[in-house]
C-alpha cells in the first residue's frame, strides 16, 4: 500500500487547511502525526475504518477532524484554528491489521506511511 498525503501549505493563525491521503489499497485505520522541528513525532488523529471510530490528541480536539472517503479510500484531516505550534510536517500512516482503539495513537501500530506535508502556520 502507498499512502500520498498532500494539502499542506502556509496559513495565518486562525486559518484552516485540509490534508488528503490517498492510499493505494485497503488499509483497516488511518492516523495523522507530525514532527515539528527538534521535536519527536506526535500524534495527532486517528481513525478506524470499519466503525469510524476516531481517537485525538488533547493538543487538536476540537479544532481538526478526521474523516474518510471510504470509496476513494482516502482521508482526511480538517484543521481548522490553526496556530503556529501547529507548524509541522504532517505525516499519514495506514494499517492494514485489526487495530484496537487503545493502539491508534502508536506509532508502530502502522506499517504503511506516506511521505508527509509541510504545514506553517504563521502568526
Known amino acids: 500500500v502507498q499512502l500520498q498525503a498532500s494539502g499542506g501549505g502556509l496559513v495565518q493563525l486562525g486559518g484552516s487547511l485540509r490534508l488528503s491521503c490517498a492510499a493505494s489499497?485497503?488499509?483497516?485505520?488511518m492516523g495523522w502525526f507530525r514532527q515539528a522541528p527538534g521535536k519527536e513525532r506526535e500524534f495527532v488523529a486517528a481513525?478506524?475504518?470499519?466503525?469510524?471510530?476516531?481517537v485525538y490528541a488533547d493538543s487538536v480536539k476540537g479544532r481538526f477532524t478526521i474523516s474518510r472517503d471510504g470509496a476513494q479510500n482516502t482521508g482526511y484531516l480538517q484543521m481548522n484554528d490553526l496556530k503556529p505550534d501547529d507548524t509541522a510536517i504532517y505525516y499519514c500512516?495506514?494499517?492494514?491489521?485489526?487495530?484496537?482503539?487503545?493502539?491508534?495513537?502508536?506509532?508502530?501500530?502502522?506499517?504503511?506511511w506516506g511521505q508527509g506535508t509541510l504545514v506553517t502556520v504563521s502568526s
Open positions: 489499497g485497503r488499509t483497516s485505520a
Open positions: 481513525i478506524r475504518w470499519r466503525d469510524r471510530y476516531t
Open positions: 500512516a495506514g494499517n492494514t491489521g485489526s487495530p484496537i482503539v487503545s493502539s491508534l495513537p502508536v506509532t508502530s501500530t502502522y506499517n504503511y
